[in-house]
């Protein structure tokens, strides 16, 4: 079910743009006087999912002898805890064409 409350059809849930903004002092909307649209946010938030992600997936490794159940429960774990993150990054294909500006 797609909610009502999404900015983009990544489904950027308007509460974690909202709390981004938090973290930078400014309103939720403001967001777009730092970054040119959404698509660039969309970017930004993906771009350091994978980030987090992988520093889980290198700490998993260094603390397994079997690298494959690991990564899986590095993987399970990141999409459990960070869905906010976890769906934009999958959902669909990314678009590579957006760069960060």
């Not at 938090?22 to 649209?37: D, E, T, V």
């Not at 946010?41 to 980030?51: H, K, R």
Request: aromatic fraction near 6%; charge should be positive; avoid cysteine.
């Amino acid at each position: 079910m797609i909610s009502p409350n999404t900015v983009s059809r990544r489904r950027i849930p308007i509460e974690l743009t909202r709390k981004i903004a938090g973290r930078l002092g400014i309103r939720a909307p403001s967001i777009y006087k730092h970054l040119p649209n959404k698509q660039t946010l969309e970017a930004a938030l993906i771009s350091d999912g994978f980030e987090q992600q992988a520093e889980l997936f290198e700490a998993a490794l260094r603390g397994s002898d079997d690298p494959l159940p690991a990564l899986a429960a590095a993987y399970r774990e990141f999409a459990t805890s960070h869905p906010h993150l976890y769906r934009p990054m999958y959902e669909q294909p990314l678009d590579r064409d957006q760069r960060l500006r």
